[in-house]
């Protein structure tokens, strides 16, 4: 059963002029997990925010459909989407110590919307708080509801937030880069974390982030964005195997690997796209080391490659590589 379908979404601005969201469709089923990647400037953090529908105060333009549960949210008011918020679709955001008042205890931040929502008294959602901060790993949790943010590490910051998130038991957890600036131990611990958590709590995952090394081991599926638009879609281990988009193998060729020693990362020549001047045909033949003149043409399809498996292309030469290298954490 799908928990989120997404169809021909569309984000624009200046008039239509500036198109940072363009015509991206893709769903997510119960329990299921679903990596988003792709470099900063992609699409990534925009298509889930217009999803959330955070974005019209940006002054946005956003057409298409979004479903939630069955229900479509495309043309719900403020008020109907922040009933969704929380106890629907929640968010963990990237940057812990922005997205947490630093003038407010953990547990006066988590208790807030279990009292203004929930209808939880302040013991009980003290106790709820401090069973949420015990369920994520946070060690003396009734200790920890009296601290501040800065009193904590980087990850149990982290922690926090998806405390935060889970506390309305949400269907859709979304996760944006959840694990930067954590270091590699860190980050394993949290992305360990919120799958323990998905899989106990049967919540959908979406996984926002720029490394593929991140999605190995977590994601079922894995949507690869550039110049706002989805280059590949297929299962987790299809797309490792046989990654059929240059910008996806490019991608991979830039995650470290166990079993090779290198002097210097291989890196993809260039820069995204900018919303306001993309280019024409193709969004990523300027740095494509594979590019035709035909590229230049027209935007390629979505098409599916041969296969049993569900696997998707936007690209009229896709080269899968079967039995592409695994990066560190990547389950074969």
Request: net charge neutral.
């Amino acid at each position: 059963m799908s928990v989120l379908e997404v169809e021909h979404l569309k984000v624009a601005y200046r008039g239509g002029a500036v198109e940072t969201v363009r015509d991206v469709s893709f769903g997510v089923a119960e329990g299921e997990a679903l990596g988003v990647v792709g470099e900063s400037g992609c699409g990534k953090s925009q298509t889930m925010l217009a999803v959330l529908g955070l974005l019209g105060h940006e002054g946005a333009e956003i057409s298409g459909r979004v479903v939630f549960d069955g229900r479509d949210i495309g043309g719900l008011g403020p008020k109907g989407l922040r009933e969704i918020r929380g106890s629907g679709i929640a968010l963990v955001s990237q940057d812990a110590l922005s997205a947490l008042n630093p003038a407010m205890t953990v547990g006066a931040q988590m208790a807030e919307p279990l009292v203004r929502y929930d209808g939880h008294r302040r013991r009980s959602a003290a106790d709820r708080c401090a069973e949420l901060l015990d369920l994520v790993g946070i060690p003396g949790p009734r200790d920890r509801l009296r601290s501040y943010p800065h009193e904590l590490s980087g990850g149990m910051r982290q922690r926090v937030l998806i405390a935060m998130a889970i506390s309305r038991e949400p269907r859709l957890l979304i996760a944006d880069e959840p694990t930067t600036a954590l270091d590699v131990t860190i980050q394993a611990q949290v992305l360990g974390l919120i799958d323990r958590l998905r899989r106990e709590l049967r919540m959908a995952l979406v996984l926002i982030t720029h490394d593929l090394g991140v999605v190995a081991g977590v994601t079922d599926r894995i949507a690869v964005m550039y110049g706002g638009r989805i280059v590949e879609t297929a299962p987790t281990t299809a797309l490792f195997d046989a990654p059929g988009h240059p910008y996806t193998r490019a991608l991979m060729a830039s995650v470290p690997r166990m079993d090779h020693r290198v002097d210097r990362l291989p890196n993809i020549p260039g820069f995204p796209p900018h919303p306001a001047d993309p280019p024409p045909g193709c969004a990523f033949q300027p740095r494509c080391g594979d590019a035709r003149p035909a590229c230049a043409d027209s935007v390629p399809e979505l098409l599916p490659l041969p296969g049993a498996r569900p696997h998707h292309v936007r690209c009229p030469y896709p080269a899968p590589a079967a039995g592409a290298a695994h990066p560190a954490g990547a389950s074969a």
